[in-house]
């Protein structure tokens, strides 16, 4: 069975600071998909970034950006210059590549401090 | 483009009422998930559909609970009869499934269910 663990429940940063939230999967698939959800206040699921496991380059979208450690199983996303309007509950998750169904994790809540 | 659209977004009812949760997936999708979170479970995958057949409904909670895919652009997610432990968020999902690949999911705005 696959294993999403997040080990940090709650995260606070300072508005324009770096901040970097873990995750670490359990899998003996080889090809699988991992993702980072935002859930701000408002409840609604949001895709913030993905990573094909076959790719060893990093993804990156604007500010978000992963570290990507296959042979250790993390998958850590880093937001920098962070801004009020990320304040939100993150989801680590991931995807069989042979499967249809996700895995999160039990999300780790971020404020950003004015 | 149109995202996936649930509805109700919230709903109060009283107990033992029945409640039916409906999803339209993004148009050309042919996997639909159901997930309901609450604080004490986190996100739970109730059921998922594959090309409008459930492939997977073993996070179905009990009998009370049933889901239906009548064509490629419904379902419904039904509760009956509800229970103040049902409250929750339920949020339908849709995707595009290749045979060999996975893709990302889409989440809908989610439905708030309170039972009272």
């Known amino acids: 069975a696959q294993t999403v663990t997040q080990s940090q429940p709650e995260m606070s940063v300072q508005e324009a600071e770096t901040v970097t939230l873990s995750c670490t999967y359990d899998t003996s698939e080889s090809n699988y998909y991992l993702f980072w959800y935002k859930q701000p206040p408002s409840r609604q699921m949001i895709l913030v970034i993905r990573q094909e496991a076959y790719k060893q380059q990093n993804a990156t979208e604007n500010r978000f950006s992963v570290n990507f450690q296959k042979a250790a199983k993390s998958f850590s996303l880093k937001i920098s210059d962070s801004q009020l309007g990320d304040t939100a509950m993150y989801f680590c998750?991931?995807?069989?590549?042979?499967?249809?169904?996700?895995?999160f994790g039990t999300g780790t809540s971020l404020t950003v401090i004015p | 483009d149109a995202g996936v659209i649930q509805s109700p977004r919230h709903e109060v009812t009283e107990m033992g009422q029945e409640v039916t949760l409906r999803c339209k997936p993004i148009?050309?999708?042919?996997?639909l998930f159901w997930y309901r979170q609450t604080m004490m479970r986190g996100l739970e995958l109730l059921i998922y559909f594959n090309n409008n057949v459930p492939i997977d409904d073993s996070g179905m909670p009990e009998d009370r609970f049933s889901a239906k895919m009548p064509n490629a652009s419904f379902s419904t997610l039904k509760i009956q009869p509800s229970e103040p432990r049902d409250s929750a968020v339920y949020f339908c999902?849709?995707?595009?499934?290749?045979?060999?690949?996975?893709?990302?999911?889409?989440f809908g705005e989610g439905s708030w269910l309170t039972v009272v």
């Open positions: 998750a991931f995807m069989r590549n042979t499967g249809n169904q996700f895995y």
């Open positions: 148009s050309g999708h042919n996997s």
């Open positions: 999902a849709s995707s595009f499934r290749m045979s060999y690949s996975g893709n990302t999911i889409y």
